[in-house]
C-alpha cells in the first residue's frame, strides 16, 4: 500500500477516537447478541468521515479503493466497516461482474453481526445484482451456507431501502425460493432477515406474498411471519397469524 493511502487510514483511525462517545458505545454494544468492536462513534459522524476522505479517494484506481476498503474491514471495527462500504457503494458505477467474487469473499471472512451484513448487503451487494441480475443465482447459493451471516446475506441482499422498504427488480420466484431454503433455519437472525425479505415484497406484491405465507405458516418460525406481514392490513395479519 502507498504511503499516502496508508496515511488515509491512519486519518480516519485517529478522527474516529477523538469521536468516541462512551455512553452511546454502551448503548450500542447492547444492540447485539455478539461481542462487537466498536469505538463508539455515532453514525452520522462516521458517515462525515467517510464522506471527508472519499473526497480523494474517489480518484483511486479502483484496485487501491479495494485495498484500503479490506485494510478497513480486516480490523473488525464497526465504524471502520461503514467507512470501507460507504466508499465500494460511493463507486458503484465502476464495478463489473467480477468484481463479485471479491465481496463474497469479504462477506465470508469479515461480516460478522447483522449491522455490516444489512450495510454490506444494501450498499455492495443489492447494487451489483440488480446491475447483474445472473449474479442472482450465486446469492441464492448463499441460503446453504453454514455462516448465518452469509445466508442472511442471501436474503437481505434483495432489500433496497427508500424511505420504506420494498423489493425492486427481482423474480419473485427467486425471493421465495430463498425463503423456502431458508425457512426452519434455527437462527433468530436468519428469520428476521428473510421475513424482512418477504415484507419488503409485499409492498408491490401483496397477494403474492400472503399467498405464500398462508402455504407455508404452519412451519414458518413466528418470528418470520410477523415480520412477513408487517405491512399487510389488519384482516390478513390476523388470518395469517391464526394458527388453525
Given at each position: 500500500m502507498k504511503i499516502g493511502t496508508q496515511r488515509i487510514?491512519?486519518?480516519?483511525?485517529?478522527?474516529?477516537?477523538?469521536?468516541?462517545?462512551?455512553?452511546?458505545?454502551?448503548?450500542?454494544?447492547?444492540?447485539?447478541?455478539?461481542k462487537i468492536t466498536c469505538y463508539g462513534a455515532r453514525t452520522p459522524i462516521v458517515r462525515k468521515i467517510a464522506k471527508k476522505y472519499f473526497r480523494d479517494v474517489k480518484n483511486f484506481d479502483k484496485k487501491e479503493i479495494f485495498n484500503l476498503s479490506e485494510q478497513l474491514l480486516k480490523s473488525n471495527y464497526g465504524e471502520e466497516s461503514t467507512i470501507a462500504i460507504e466508499w465500494i457503494f460511493g463507486i458503484k458505477d465502476r464495478l463489473t461482474k467480477t468484481d463479485f467474487n471479491i465481496f463474497e469473499k469479504w462477506l465470508k471472512k469479515y461480516i460478522n453481526n447483522w449491522g455490516k451484513d444489512d450495510d454490506f448487503c444494501a450498499h455492495i451487494i443489492h447494487p451489483i445484482i440488480v446491475r447483474y441480475p445472473e449474479l442472482v443465482e450465486n446469492v441464492k447459493l448463499w441460503a446453504t451456507s453454514k455462516n448465518q451471516w452469509v445466508r442472511r446475506a442471501s436474503a437481505v441482499s434483495f432489500i433496497k431501502t427508500l424511505g420504506y422498504c420494498h423489493t425492486t427488480?427481482?423474480?419473485?420466484?427467486?425471493?421465495?425460493?430463498?425463503?423456502?431454503?431458508?425457512?426452519?433455519d434455527e437462527?433468530?437472525?436468519?428469520?428476521?432477515?428473510?421475513?424482512?425479505?418477504?415484507?419488503?415484497?409485499?409492498?408491490?406484491?401483496?397477494?403474492?406474498?400472503?399467498?405464500?405465507?398462508?402455504?407455508?405458516?404452519?412451519?414458518?418460525?413466528?418470528?418470520?411471519?410477523?415480520?412477513?406481514?408487517?405491512?399487510?392490513?389488519?384482516?390478513?395479519?390476523?388470518k395469517a397469524m391464526d394458527k388453525d
Open positions: 487510514i491512519e486519518n480516519v483511525r485517529q478522527d474516529l477516537k477523538v469521536n468516541v462517545d462512551e455512553k452511546y458505545k454502551c448503548a450500542v454494544k447492547r444492540f447485539f447478541k455478539e427488480k427481482h423474480n419473485l420466484d427467486d425471493i421465495f425460493d430463498i425463503a423456502k431454503i431458508l425457512l426452519y437462527k433468530d437472525l436468519v428469520q428476521k432477515g428473510y421475513g424482512w425479505m418477504l415484507k419488503s415484497a409485499s409492498v408491490h406484491h401483496q397477494k403474492e406474498v400472503f399467498d405464500f405465507v398462508m402455504i407455508y405458516k404452519k412451519n414458518m418460525p413466528r418470528t418470520a411471519l410477523r415480520y412477513a406481514i408487517e405491512k399487510m392490513p389488519k384482516h390478513l395479519k390476523n
